[in-house]
């Protein structure tokens, strides 16, 4: 009794807590938020002179991260809706309509009047009630500096057969917020979580709401049980049961004044009612332990829900916080949660099946050419352990190690290890690293559209469509490459030194420390290898690697760190060099 009675004195004093500071942080915010509304009200004014819907043909939409794509419930289409954009001095928001079609791997532009206010960091969610309706809740606007956010506490629904928005008003919902999660469940719209920021205070949400589709009504739940710490950007997936999983996200708390401590988190729950997903129904918070290889710490990450009851997470960022700067490691890898078995496992590229067979057939003509000659070398039997380097998305260098078993134990393998080890070693295409991309899935298809990395000081915020099979899970497809001349940055000129240095800033080489600069000003941009005319993304990577490994290693000096990696982690990838690849391109 003794210790139940503090856990609940605990649980109430952090209630308190929690709700002091919202009301802190509602006040302080309420200012600049009142400023935002004014500049909101002025594109909504704009938006008013809309009186018809137009859909016309259009290129790729411009880059951009943190906003939502969705896969239309009846037809071969993708819905990308809102998101944001920085060059560097100012923040762009968005609330344009793209509908990108599949089968003809075109876009288009739906304009249509009356569409929720311009936003990104919102979460939609799809539900195929009358031809399609697409809700979209919360978000975040912020003014042009970057310095003032404006949080949304709207519902909107867009009904996707007459293309029509539709703001949809009833009390009791969520506080304004952004970074939260939402899924439909059971003629319910459930939502976890998020965060509400001013200039200078901030606070996290752990509540979850449910909203009535057939009602239209608010309500907030109170699970029983202990349930995840407050955070945003986390995975939130629904079973078949009609349960809510919760994996992972970010959180921060002040330590001192002006000094924050950002949390990865890397626990899972599960939220579950023991009726039929009702208003009335009890719900319950349970702490899950899955098994398998778990994915890296990391925030940033984009998750979709894939076929054979998997749901997935695709890149993210691990940024190591220092005490003047945090520098940030990029991910492009997928790892699946299986629902049923409770266990995670990393995603494979397996490879073509044509090249696959090209290789089996070249490994067999090599053995049997071998003849008496290699028989008298004699090789090792044990297993042999190939080292390969490349650039980080940092500048350090990675090498990476995979042991090959020898020749005895090859011919004892199975033809599913073959094909890991083909896939794992032969030169795939794949999406750079990235955090805040944007993902669907269609017909078990994974599409990755956007969102951004950094390279020293610079983001590249991109704007490529990639694909592939989730139950084949053989290649990447490029639908949409990265155009160059769309990466803008404007470097801030703080001080007299750096508007003078305007042709380094106009050249994108600001990325990397005074080391790097001074070696790229030095030899100017004939130092770098150029792109050549027609020359792909992935070419470029291959032909040019040793040549950024070198520039690394004679920039950083002997002493320089080495990070390891592991062949089955195939999201290693340079960053670096996809940066000077679209610079150059953009240069060209």
Request: aromatic share 10%; charged share 30%.
């Amino acid at each position: 009794m003794g210790k139940k009675g503090k856990r609940e004195k605990k649980g109430k004093g952090a209630e308190k807590t929690a709700a002091k500071m919202e009301r802190k942080v509602s006040r302080r915010a309420r200012k600049e938020e009142e400023d935002l509304e004014a500049l909101i009200a002025e594109f909504q004014n704009l938006d008013a002179k809309k009186t018809q819907v137009i859909e016309s043909s259009c290129p790729p939409p411009s880059p951009r991260l943190n906003g939502s794509l969705s896969a239309h419930p009846e037809k071969d289409e993708l819905i990308l809706f809102g998101g944001e954009y920085f060059n560097g001095q100012k923040t762009y928001l968005y609330n344009e309509l793209y509908v990108y079609n599949i089968r003809k791997n075109s876009w288009s532009k739906v304009e249509i009047p009356n569409p929720p206010p311009r936003r990104c960091a919102h979460q939609a969610a799809v539900v195929p009630t009358a031809g399609g309706q697409l809700w979209v809740f919360g978000g975040e606007f912020a003014s042009p500096n970057g310095e003032q956010f404006y949080h949304y506490k709207d519902l909107w629904v867009l009904h996707l057969a007459t293309k029509t928005w539709e703001q949809i008003k009833a009390s009791g919902g969520p506080s304004g917020r952004s970074g939260h999660r939402m899924v439909a469940c059971k003629r319910q719209l459930i939502i976890f979580g998020g965060f509400h920021e001013s200039a200078r205070d901030y606070i996290y949400y752990n509540d979850v709401y449910a909203f009535n589709l057939d009602s239209f009504t608010w309500s907030k739940l109170a699970p029983s049980g202990i349930g995840p710490a407050p955070r945003s950007g986390c995975q939130m997936a629904t079973t078949p049961e009609g349960g809510i999983i919760i994996y992972g996200g970010y959180s921060k708390q002040r330590i001192k004044k002006d000094v924050d401590k950002g949390t990865l988190h890397t626990d899972m729950f599960l939220l579950k009612t023991e009726g039929a997903g009702r208003e009335e129904d009890k719900w319950a918070w349970s702490r899950l332990n899955p098994s398998g290889v778990k994915p890296t710490p990391r925030s940033g990450f984009s998750t979709a829900i894939g076929p054979n009851n998997r749901s997935l997470l695709f890149g993210g960022v691990h940024d190591e916080e220092e005490e003047e700067s945090i520098e940030g490691d990029f991910f492009n890898d997928i790892y699946f949660y299986d629902i049923g078995k409770k266990r995670w496992f990393p995603g494979q590229l397996k490879g073509p099946k044509s090249e696959k067979r090209k290789r089996r057939r070249g490994r067999q003509g090599e053995v049997e050419g071998a003849g008496d000659e290699e028989m008298e070398k004699q090789p090792p039997q044990g297993p042999v352990e190939i080292v390969k380097e490349v650039v980080a998305e940092d500048g350090t260098v990675m090498t990476i190690k995979q042991v090959i078993s020898g020749p005895a134990e090859e011919k004892e393998r199975s033809e599913s290890e073959e094909d890991e080890e083909d896939g794992a070693l032969g030169q795939q295409v794949e999406p750079c690293p990235r955090s805040n991309a944007m993902l669907a899935v269609k017909h078990g298809v994974l599409y990755v559209y956007g969102g951004m990395f950094e390279v020293g000081d610079r983001q590249f915020t991109l704007s490529d469509l990639y694909s592939i099979d989730l139950h084949k899970m053989e290649e990447w497809k490029v639908l949409v490459e990265m155009d160059p001349k769309a990466q803008e940055w404007l470097e801030e000129s703080e001080s007299d030194e750096e508007e003078d240095d305007m042709e380094g800033a106009e050249g994108g080489e600001e990325e990397e420390e005074s080391s790097e600069e001074e070696s790229e000003d030095e030899g100017g941009e004939e130092q770098h290898p150029s792109v050549q005319p027609d020359e792909k993304h992935a070419d470029y990577l291959s032909r040019t690697e040793q040549y950024w490994i070198k520039l690394a290693r004679s920039n950083m000096g002997p002493d320089a760190k080495e990070k390891k990696g592991h062949v089955g982690s195939w999201n290693i990838h340079p960053a670096l060099q996809s940066a000077k690849y679209y610079m150059l391109r953009a240069q060209a």
